[in-house]
């Protein structure tokens, strides 16, 4: 799905006095902004993969992503400082807010208003035609009557040059928080049930993404090619015509055959031999098939390798919640 992107310029001090804007051949998007006698001008370019590149008065200040849609050139100027970017599909709105204090685009939020405004020190802002009045709310995550849930997205990138190996995640917060990580190779999920409370802080080791397959994860072994397949009631007979490897598959592990660039499900170990492998099986193979054994992907857990790992944690708690810091616990990998 599509981002519908709504830019609100949240001045702290003054009001914006007069908005200009213009696209030039290069199409690169221009809004002058005057807060009261303070010039402000934003340059918005077109990064390229559906991200557009925030300039304030010639500096980066930050970036837009429409996940991966194409770019257009729609840009909606609303002349108390509020600009939009539709696609042409259906959109999931977000406000981003710019302070003119800290020059820079400060927060994400996951109510769209109307209009937004402040008056003495107090915020508030319209939807669908009703007056609110912001800040005052005991619970937390909630705007115009709806539910969000708090995000926040990092990345992990020491040794840029090296492959490591991710362990746990440590969390420095008086509440736990659900984690979804990725990194060039592997997936990841550690719900907050997964986090043990330890002197104020919150630990929790990196496990896969249950019922799922990585061929670059050990979890998941080749075996060989079978050379005989024989059914007794529910059960499979799986032989080869060598000695299996019984230090990398075990019982209760998943069987799988190759099919094309895919994996096909056959059923679970229930008995292993020197040479053959018994299943209770939901597909039956065939001789010379290549059997493949999978372990359980989140009990079987080292971590998660990869150059970089990407971490965005996320809580729906309608209390006040403080997140201080957030680390891993990494080492190169040699696998």
């Not at 990196?206 to 061929?215: E, G, K, P």
Request: hydrophobic share 35%; glycine share 8%.
């Amino acid at each position: 799905m599509c981002d519908c992107i709504k830019v609100t310029y949240q001045v702290k001090y003054g009001e914006i006095t007069s908005v200009n804007s213009y696209v030039n051949e290069e199409g690169i998007y221009t809004f002058n902004l005057y807060v009261g006698e303070e010039y402000v001008e934003v340059e918005i370019i077109n990064g390229g993969e559906g991200t557009w590149l925030l300039y304030t008065n010639g500096l980066l200040s930050g970036s837009l992503t429409t996940d991966g849609c194409p770019i257009g050139s729609n840009w909606d100027l609303e002349p108390a400082g509020t600009f939009e970017y539709f696609t042409t599909e259906e959109c999931d709105p977000k406000t981003i807010t710019y302070s003119t204090v800290s020059q820079g685009w400060n927060s994400f939020w996951s109510f769209v208003p109307d209009w937004m405004s402040e008056l003495n020190n107090v915020f508030y802002s319209f939807s669908s035609g009703d007056l609110w009045e912001h800040n005052i709310n005991p619970i937390r995550n909630s705007f115009y009557d709806n539910r969000y849930k708090s995000k926040i997205k990092t990345i992990f990138n020491a040794s840029p040059l090296e492959n490591k190996l991710f362990k746990n995640i440590c969390i420095n917060s008086n509440e736990s928080w659900s984690a979804y990580i990725n990194t060039n190779l592997q997936s990841a999920e550690t719900p907050y049930t997964y986090f043990v409370e330890k002197e104020g802080f919150w630990y929790a080791y990196i496990r896969n993404i249950d019922n799922t397959i990585s061929v670059k994860s050990i979890s998941t072994q080749g075996v060989g090619n079978t050379t005989l397949v024989t059914v007794v009631g529910g059960i499979a007979t799986i032989a080869f015509n060598f000695n299996i490897d019984k230090t990398s598959i075990s019982i209760g592990d998943k069987i799988y055959k190759k099919s094309g660039s895919s994996l096909v499900f056959l059923g679970d170990i229930v008995n292993i031999s020197d040479s053959s492998i018994n299943i209770s099986f939901s597909t039956v193979p065939i001789a010379g098939d290549f059997i493949v054994c999978v372990k359980n992907s989140q009990v079987e857990s080292y971590g998660v390798r990869g150059v970089y790992m990407d971490v965005r944690l996320e809580n729906d708690s309608t209390d006040e919640v403080e997140l201080f810091s957030l680390s891993s616990t990494a080492f190169k990998s040699f696998q």
